[in-house]
């Protein structure tokens, strides 16, 4: 079981941009490894369902985005270091957030809750508009 752990949200003005960071710890050195998971950022805001924001590939070649951030927000990730990156920019108040990073090792697209088994506590984003 890999465990997940969020850092980088705070709060910051519309327009402005943050890097929110993902790193892996477990009991086993193969749970550190994340080159054999899937990897996704989700986000919950307040009185709302968790939403799919991006995916990227074991290997990282691959990636994918929702619709609202497009343009905006780069996933990214160093498998060496055992870490995912979500560089956003051009924030909006709409992405205000509680985002979550999730590891899977089974994934079909990678943009539903279920492809995820592993989650992290989520770190709050806060624009202000």
């Known amino acids: 079981q890999v465990q997940l752990v969020e850092s980088g949200g705070g709060l910051v003005q519309a327009g402005g941009s943050l890097r929110l960071s993902c790193a892996a710890s477990?009991?086993?050195?193969?749970?550190?490894?994340?080159?054999?998971?899937?990897m996704g950022w989700f986000r919950q805001a307040p009185g709302k369902e968790r939403e799919f924001v991006a995916v990227?590939?074991?290997?990282?070649?691959?990636?994918d985005y929702a619709h609202s951030v497009k343009g905006r927000f780069t996933i990214s990730r160093e498998n060496a270091k055992n870490s995912v990156y979500l560089q956003m920019d051009s924030l909006e108040a709409d992405d205000t957030a509680v985002y979550f990073c999730?590891?899977?090792?089974?994934?079909?697209?990678?943009?539903?809750?279920?492809?995820?088994?592993?989650w992290g506590q989520g770190t709050q984003v806060t624009v202000s508009s």
């Open positions: 999730a590891a899977g090792l089974s994934v079909g697209t990678g943009t539903y809750l279920y492809d995820y088994d592993n």
């Open positions: 477990g009991r086993s050195l193969i749970d550190h490894d994340l080159s054999r998971y899937t």
């Open positions: 990227i590939s074991r290997g990282g070649a691959i990636t």
